[in-house]
């Protein structure tokens, strides 16, 4: 494979969306020439394991790829990029075979603790859509809690417990009261945040729903 024009090769553009959760974070382009001993599917896909995008620490990682013909020399006389683009989705580091009961993550400031983390990143003014797209995402983060930043800040902690009683428990295990599982109120409000705090942070959240000082 070779990402400049070759002679007697086809040429194609592919685009790779990066999704985390079925959102995209991340865009990459490419321009390559596929010869005839190469299938542009394997080409798009290794393309997409070595982007830095491709990384593990990414929760629920998956690939869109939008393949179409640039070759001004389309088959049968077409002309370029005549017909519907090509496009699949994957998952690169295969991670929903490789640990099928991996319980959600998020980004945790390991000076303050806050998941309040942002990243840089650039948008560009996408003409199809009429909105701004992101095109790229830096390593710089930032926590909006404490304003640490820096390259890969971040720790990623689990939201485990991934069963949302056990969740409950935990809770009330830091509050020590063993009673609380069994109150509508904490299983209404602890259990709205079970998958989106880990377990001190919902601890900090009935405390400021009940006004108790940490």
Not at 71 to 97: K, M, N, R, W, Y
Request: overall charge negative; charged content about 25%.
């Amino acid at each position: 494979m070779d990402t400049n024009p070759t002679p007697g090769a086809r040429d194609h553009a592919i685009r790779i969306d990066y999704l985390s959760g079925g959102e995209r974070f991340a865009t990459e382009t490419f321009q390559v020439s596929i010869t005839e001993h190469e299938d542009v599917n394997d080409v798009a896909l290794k393309l997409a394991r070595d982007s830095a995008y491709c990384n593990e620490r990414v929760p629920a990682l998956s690939c869109l790829f939008t393949i179409q013909s640039t070759d001004p020399d389309g088959p049968d006389g077409a002309p370029p990029g005549a017909g519907s683009p090509l496009i699949s989705s994957v998952e690169p580091f295969d991670q929903a075979a490789a640990k099928p009961n991996t319980p959600p993550v998020l980004p945790q400031c390991p000076k303050c603790g806050d998941t309040d983390i942002t990243r840089d990143a650039s948008a560009r003014w996408d003409r199809a859509n009429q909105c701004w797209s992101l095109s790229a995402v830096y390593d710089n983060q930032t926590c909006e809690n404490c304003g640490a930043e820096g390259n890969d800040l971040a720790i990623w902690v689990s939201l485990e417990p991934a069963d949302r009683d056990d969740f409950l428990h935990a809770v009330a295990d830091k509050l020590e009261d063993a009673t609380l599982p069994d109150d509508p109120v904490f299983q209404l409000v602890i259990g709205a945040v079970h998958g989106t705090m880990t377990v001190d942070e919902a601890v900090r959240e009935w405390g400021l729903a009940n006004d108790i000082p940490e």
